[in-house]
């Protein structure tokens, strides 16, 4: 227990290397307060205007299990300001043994830290909420990002079978998570790749249920 200036900062230690990191595309969420992506100006490409729409019409849940620590984000706005904040670069950055940070800080104000430690990975969590609780686990790296990659490629799939985002588009903004040689990702194995993560994640395929497809 650490304290501050008017502040409680509880500390959970988990050394386990098993400890859990995983995610589930849940079912959708019919309350939506915001309004619907626009642009005006013409700011956007279709690509990232396609992407808003998708994440806003179709907003799922996704729940995430870190340790014993399970929080619910949303595709609006969570998931969508991830993803335009270079997600699949920050995939292929940790591979290369870069130091990343995943915030969701709408509906859920959580930090997840995620340093290397040797072939393993530290990772620790912030809420902030009004007790400030910091929890710390190892995880396997390659589990990791599995699961990284897999929360990527299972929302753009469905952003795909509903028609938002073009295959094309979307080989283009996924291909930077796969960094290194023995991983990269190309048009010839895309169709390959796209099905294997399909048909192996019970989240994933649940997501395409949900919508339909």
């Not at 998708?54 to 609006?76: A, L, P």
């Not at 589990?143 to 929360?151: A, D, F, K, W």
């Amino acid at each position: 227990m650490a304290s501050g200036e008017g502040e409680t900062i509880e500390i959970i230690e988990a050394d386990i290397i098993d400890s859990t990191f995983s995610f589930e595309i849940a079912d959708r969420n019919l309350e939506n307060y915001a309004l619907p992506p626009e642009d005006p100006l013409g700011e956007l490409s279709d690509f990232e205007l396609g992407l808003r729409r998708f994440c806003y019409e179709h907003n799922q849940r996704v729940i995430w299990e870190i340790g014993e620590i399970q929080f619910t984000v949303f595709f609006d706005p969570d998931i969508c300001m991830l993803l335009e904040d270079r997600f699949p670069e920050q995939i292929g950055q940790l591979e290369q043994g870069e130091n990343i940070r995943i915030d969701f800080v709408e509906s859920y104000e959580i930090t997840v830290i995620l340093t290397h430690e040797g072939e393993q990975l530290h990772c620790q969590l912030r809420e902030f909420n009004d007790q400030h609780n910091q929890y710390n686990y190892k995880l396997d790296k390659q589990q990791v990002l599995r699961e990284l990659r897999t929360i990527l490629f299972g929302v753009m799939i469905l952003a795909l079978k509903q028609g938002y985002v073009t295959k094309e588009d979307m080989y283009e903004f996924i291909k930077p998570a796969f960094s290194s040689p023995h991983e990269s990702l190309t048009r010839e194995n895309l169709e390959f790749v796209l099905q294997d993560f399909k048909l192996i994640r019970p989240a994933v395929k649940y997501g395409l249920e949900q919508s339909g497809k």
